[in-house]
C-alpha cells in the first residue's frame, strides 16, 4: 500500500472508531461535544495514536527519517548565514580531524591490502619493556619446528640492495625471507610463483628473488617474461621467481620493499649463509601466525621456555632473555613504542578540536531551537510528540554534522599533500598515503553522527520542554535568563577546552622553536650529506680503503666545496658504543668497567661539520694502520678519566685496544636531542677500516650560498666506480630531521588547531552575548530612553559578558596545570609548566572574550530606544 | 476505576486473536465485544489496541478489509488469518499451561 492511502485508511479507521464511540455515548445521554472528546480521550489522543500506529508500520521509521532530512535540509538552506558558519567551523574540525587520522592509520595501524587475517600476526624479536633485540636464525628455526603457539613462523631481514646492469642501476630496499612468508601472509602471485615454504636454502631457488607488483611495472613494464629471467643482484644474476599482488610492497606499511630475496641467497648486501647457521649471529627477525585460540601471552611464554632451553642444549654464550611477541601492525614494535607518544598527543590535539568546536555549535543550535519555541510549543500542543520533534531537531544536527564531516573529508584530501611536505626527506624510501582512505572515511562519519546526536540532545530537549502557555504567549522574559545560563556555561566549557588545547600547542610550538634553535656542538647548516654502502657493490676493507681515499681527493675538486669528510654514522643520529674503557694508568679491576660511544671519523671530518677541538690536533695523514692508535675523545671523558688535567698525551684501553689521546673535542649531541651526554672517542678512519668500512656518510661543507647537486657527485662517484650507488643526499637538516620530526609536526598541527580553536571562541562568545542583547533589546531601550549615558549600557554589557569567559579560563587553566605533565617527557627543552606560555594564552584568550564582547555590546548601546519600544 | 485492571503487554494480542476467531470485526466492535466477554474487568484502551491490530496485521495474523456496517458507515473489519488461527491455538496452549504453573505455585503456599 503506497504511503497516502495507508495515511488516509488509518485516518479513516480512527474516524470511525470516534464516532461510533461517540454514538454510543450521545445514545447513553451525553452531549455530542462531550462524547467526541470522551471517544479522543479513550484513544489517548488522536493523532498520539496515529503515531503509535505508524510507529508499528514497518519500514515507516526510515520514511520519516527521510521526510525530518527534507524538511532539515530545506530549513537549513533558508538560513545560509547559520548554516554556512555551523558547516564551515565543523568542516574543518572534521577536516584536520580526518587528517590526523590518516597519518596514524598510514604510519602505525593500516596493513598493506591483501594480508589475510592480519590480527593473527604477531611479532617475534628478544627482549622486554623497550628492548628490542634480533634473534639468530637457528633458535627461530627451532621455535618453527617445535611451537604449538604458532601456525608459522617466517624469518625476515630488511636491507638494500643493488639491481641492473652497471648503466641502469637502481637501489632497492629490500625484505629477505623464507620460503613461506608469502604463504604466512596468505597472498597470490600477480605472475610467476612464490617460493614454496620449505625451499629456503634449497639450491633451485637459493638465487631467486620475487619481486613487487610496482617494481615490475616500473621497472619491466609488466612484461611476464620477466618471470624465470635473470637479474644482476649486486653484479651477481639471480633468477626471478614471481611477482607479488598489485599494492603489496612488504609487510611493513611504511617502508616500501621492492625486493624479497630468499634466504640463503649469495649476493652483495645480503646476509651471508654462513652466519645464519650461527646460534650466536643474532641479525634476523621474525613474523609469525599464532594458532587459532592461542594468545601473544600463551606464545609468549611458550617461546621463552623453548629459546632458554634451546641456549643451554646448544651452550651458547648469550644469557638468555624474554622473547617478546608483539600484535603486528603497519609499524614495526621497535619504532612503534617510540612512535606511540606523539601519535597519542597529536589524536588528543584534534579530538579535544572537535569537542569545542561541538560546543559551540551546540550553542548555536540552542539559539535556534529557543527561536523556534513558538513554532515547537504549537505543534506540542496540536498533540505532536516530544520524540518525534527531539528526532526531527536531532535530524537536523545530523545533517550539519554529516554535510561537515563530508566537507571536512575533502579538506582532508586537498591537503594532505600539505601534510606529506611537511614531512621531512627521510634517509629510506616511504610508501605514504596520507589521503583518507574507506576506513578514514567510515570512522569520520560515525564520529560526525556520535558527535552530532550529542551535540544536537541538549538544545532539542531544551527546545522541547513542556511550558507551553509561556511559550506560545511569547513570553521571552521568563525563559531567558535560564537559556543564558545553559548558553554561558557552554561557552565557559569552551573556553577552558580552548586554554588546554592553546596551552598544549603553546609548548610544543615553543619546544619545537627551542631544539630548531639548539646548539647541537655542531654546525649542520651548509653541510651537504650523502649515504654510501659499498657492501652492496661487492668490496671488501682492501678496495673501501681505496675508493675512500680517491673520493676524498676527487671531491674536494668540486666546485664550491670547502672541506669533505666521511664517518660512519651521523652525529645526533645513533652511534655505536664499545665497552671496557679505562685510562691506561688504572689498573684492570680497580674501578669498575666503563663503556663509550664511538664514532669512526676521517680526517678533516671536526672541521667539515665545524665541531670545535678544544685541545691538541685533529687527524692527520700520517694516522695509518701501522701508526700507533690514536682518538680525540670528548670533554666529558676527558673530565671523567682525568678530571681536568690535560688529556692530550695520555692513553686508554677500550674494547682491548690501546689509544693515545691526540685531542679533545668539545661535547655535542650524540643520540637525539636529550639526555645526558656520554663519554666519547672519535677513531680515525684510517686505523679502522678493518672493522668500519662499508657504510660511510659522506659529508660536504660548501661555501656559504653553494648547494652542490646530487648529479654533481653522482657524478664524482661514478668517476670512480659506477657500480657504486649515492643511497641518499640531502643536506644536512634534513638528514637530521627525523630527531625534530615529532615535535615539528605536534606544534604545526597544534598550531592550527589553536587557531581554529580561537576564531571558534570569538564565534561562541559573541553568539551569546549578541543573543542576550538581542533579548534584552527592550530593556536597554528603556535604560537609554531613561537617561543612561551609552558608555554605562556598553560597560554593562560587556562585563556581563565576560563572566562566563573568564571562569571557563580559570577553570583551564587549572586543568592545564593538571594535565600537561602528561606530555612533559615529550618536550625538550621547555618546562611543562612554563610560565609564559600560559601567561601568553591567558591574556590572548581574555583579548579574545573582550573583543567579542565588545562588538555586540557596541550594537547595545546604540539601541534606538524609540524605535525598539515600538517594535514591543 | 476499582476492580479494572490494565492488560499485560502481549495479551492484548492473544484476546484479539480469540474475539478475532469468533466473528471478523472493525475496531470499535473489538473494543467492545473483550468488555463485554471480560465482564467489563479488562480496560481495554483503544490508543494501544490499534497499534496491536496493525502489528499483527503486518504479521500477517489478522487480514483487514474495508465493508459496510449496519449503520451503512464504511469501516475496517479485521479477520483472523489462517496463520493468525495457529497462533490462537499455540498461544492458547502455552497460556493454559502458564497459568496452570501459577496458580499450583499459588496453592502450593
Known sequence: ?872 | MPGRTELVQGTLELLILKVLALEPAHGYGICQRLDQISRGVFQVNAGSMFPALHRMETKGWVAGEWSQTENNRRAKYYRLTRKGRRRLTTETKQWARASLAITHVLEAG
Open chain 1, 1 to 872: 500500500m503506497r504511503r497516502p492511502d495507508r495515511e488516509h485508511d488509518l485516518d479513516d479507521e480512527l474516524r470511525v472508531f470516534v464516532e461510533m464511540e461517540a454514538e454510543a455515548r450521545q445514545q447513553a445521554g451525553m452531549s455530542r461535544e462531550e462524547a467526541l472528546r470522551t471517544a479522543a480521550l479513550k484513544l489517548r489522543g488522536i493523532e498520539q495514536s496515529k503515531e503509535r500506529v505508524r510507529a508499528v508500520w514497518p519500514g515507516y521509521a526510515l520514511l520519516e527519517f527521510l521526510r525530518d532530512m527534507r524538511i532539515a535540509v530545506r530549513g537549513l538552506i533558508r538560513r545560509p548565514l547559520f548554516t554556512a558558519v555551523i558547516v564551515f567551523t565543523l568542516a574543518l574540525a572534521f577536516g584536520i580531524n580526518a587528517s590526523i587520522y590518516s597519518l596514524v592509520d598510514a604510519i602505525l595501524l593500516r596493513s598493506p591490502a591483501g594480508i589475510r587475517n592480519p590480527s593473527r600476526l604477531v611479532e617475534l624479536a628478544r627482549g622486554s619493556g623497550a628492548s628490542f633485540v634480533d634473534l639468530s636464525y637457528p633458535i627461530l628455526d627451532h621455535m618453527r619446528n617445535t611451537s604449538t603457539t604458532l601456525a608459522d613462523l617466517a624469518v625476515i631481514r630488511s636491507g638494500e640492495a643493488v639491481i641492473g646492469e652497471p648503466d641502469e642501476l637502481e637501489v632497492v630496499a629490500t625484505l629477505q625471507v623464507t620460503g613461506n612468508y608469502f604463504d604466512l601472509l596468505g597472498l597470490t602471485p600477480a605472475a610467476g610463483r612464490f617460493p614454496f615454504p620449505d625451499e629456503s636454502f634449497h639450491p633451485e631457488v637459493a638465487q631467486a628473488v620475487v619481486i613487487t607488483h610496482r617494481l615490475w611495472e616500473d621497472r619491466f613494464g609488466a612484461d611476464p617474461a620477466i618471470v624465470g629471467a635473470s637479474l644482476p643482484l649486486g653484479g651477481v644474476p639471480v633468477t626471478i621467481l614471481g611477482v607479488t599482488p598489485p599494492g603489496f610492497r612488504g609487510h611493513v606499511g611504511l617502508l616500501g620493499m621492492d625486493l624479497f630475496p630468499v634466504l640463503g641467497l649469495r649476493a652483495p648486501g645480503l646476509v651471508e649463509p654462513e652466519s645464519l647457521d650461527n646460534a650466536d649471529d643474532n641479525d634476523v627477525s621474525a613474523i609469525a601466525r599464532l594458532v587459532d585460540g592461542a594468545s601473544r601471552d600463551a606464545a609468549r611464554d611458550e617461546l621463552t621456555a623453548l629459546a632458554a632451553a634451546f641456549t643451554e642444549d646448544r651452550g651458547l654464550t648469550a644469557r638468555p632473555s624474554p622473547i617478546r611477541v608483539d600484535r603486528y601492525m603497519a609499524m614495526p614494535a621497535g619504532p612503534r613504542a617510540d612512535a606511540i607518544g606523539p601519535f597519542a598527543v597529536l589524536v588528543v590535539v584534534v579530538v579535544l578540536l572537535l569537542a569545542i568546536a561541538c560546543v559551540n555549535v551546540a550553542n548555536m543550535l540552542l539559539a535556534r531551537a529557543l527561536e523556534r519555541r513558538r513554532e515547537i510549543a504549537t505543534r506540542l500542543a496540536l498533540g505532536a510528540g516530544r520524540g518525534r520533534i527531539v528526532r526531527q531537531l536531532l535530524t537536523e544536527s545530523l545533517v550539519l554534522f554529516i554535510a561537515a564531516a563530508l566537507a571536512g573529508l575533502l579538506i582532508a584530501y586537498w591537503s594532505s599533500g600539505l601534510l606529506t611536505s611537511l614531512l621531512p626527506a627521510l634517509p629510506v624510501p616511504l610508501a605514504l598515503r596520507l589521503a583518507p582512505d574507506m576506513r578514514v572515511f567510515m570512522l569520520t562519519l560515525s564520529i560526525a553522527a556520535v558527535a552530532a546526536i550529542l551535540t544536537g540532545l541538549v538544545p532539542a530537549l531544551r527546545a522541547t520542554r513542556r511550558n507551553l502557555i509561556d511559550s506560545i504567549r511569547g513570553d521571552s522574559g521568563g525563559l531567558s535568563p535560564r537559556r543564558s545560563l545553559l548558553g554561558r556555561s557552554l561557552v565557559g566549557l569552551q573556553m577552558a577546552a580552548t586554554v588546554v588545547l592553546l596551552v598544549g600547542s603553546g609548548l610544543f610550538v615553543r619546544a619545537a622553536m627551542t631544539t630548531e634553535n639548539m646548539d647541537l656542538g655542531f654546525e649542520p647548516e651548509g653541510v651537504w650529506v650523502g649515504r654510501l654502502d659499498l657492501r652492496l657493490s661487492g668490496y671488501d676493507a682492501e678496495r673501501a680503503e681505496r675508493f675512500f681515499g680517491n673520493l676524498r681527493e676527487r671531491v674536494a675538486d668540486l666546485g664550491g666545496i670547502t672541506q669533505a669528510s666521511f664517518s660512519h654514522k651521523l652525529p645526533l643520529g645513533s652511534s655505536s658504543t664499545l665497552s671496557g674503557l679505562r685510562a691506561e694508568e688504572t689498573p684492570e679491576g680497580q674501578a669498575p668497567p666503563l663503556g663509550a660511544d664511538f664514532l669512526v671519523v676521517d680526517r678533516g671530518w671536526f672541521d667539515t661539520v665545524r665541531m670545535p677541538l678544544l685541545t691538541g690536533r685533529d687527524f692527520g695523514a700520517d694516522d695509518v694502520e701501522d701508526a700507533p692508535r690514536v682518538a680525540v675523545i670528548n670533554e666529558t671523558m676527558a673530565r671523567q678519566l682525568w678530571s681536568g688535567d690535560e688529556a692530550v698525551g695520555r692513553r686508554f684501553v677500550l674494547g682491548g685496544a690501546v689509544f693515545e689521546v691526540i685531542g679533545v673535542a668539545a661535547d655535542a649531541r650524540y643520540h637525539g636531542l636529550e639526555g645526558e651526554t656520554p663519554r666519547f672517542v672519535y677513531l680515525p678512519l684510517a686505523q679502522q677500516y678493518r672493522m668500519r668500512w662499508d657504510r660511510m656518510f659522506l659529508q660536504l661543507r660548501a661555501e656559504s650560498g653553494m648547494r652542490p647537486s646530487r648529479a654533481q657527485v653522482e657524478s664524482v662517484i661514478h668517476s670512480i666506480d659506477e657500480t657504486v650507488p649515492l643511497l641518499d643526499y640531502a643536506d644536512m637538516r634534513t638528514a637530521l630531521s627525523m630527531f625534530f620530526l615529532p615535535l615539528r609536526l605536534i606544534s604545526w598541527v597544534g598550531g592550527v588547531a589553536g587557531l581554529v580553536c580561537l576564531i571558534l571562541g570569538i564565534v561562541g562568545i559573541y553568539g551569546v552575548t549578541f543573543h542576550a542583547v538581542n533579548q534584552r533589546r527592550y530593556e536597554l531601550g528603556v535604560r537609554l530612553a531613561l537617561g543612561s549615558p551609552p558608555r554605562r549600557i556598553w560597560t554593562h554589557v560587556v562585563r556581563r559578558g565576560m563572566s562566563a569567559p573568564l571562569i571557563g579560563v580559570a577553570l583551564g587553566v587549572a586543568l592545564a596545570l593538571a594535565v600537561t605533565h602528561f606530555v612533559g617527557a615529550l618536550l625538550v627543552g621547555v618546562s611543562a609548566l612554563d610560565p609564559w606560555t600560559f601567561g601568553g594564552v591567558v591574556v590572548t584568550l581574555i583579548l579574545v572574550a573582550l573583543v567579542a564582547n565588545a562588538l555586540p555590546a557596541l550594537r547595545a548601546a546604540r539601541v534606538d530606544p524609540m524605535s525598539t519600544l515600538r517594535a514591543e
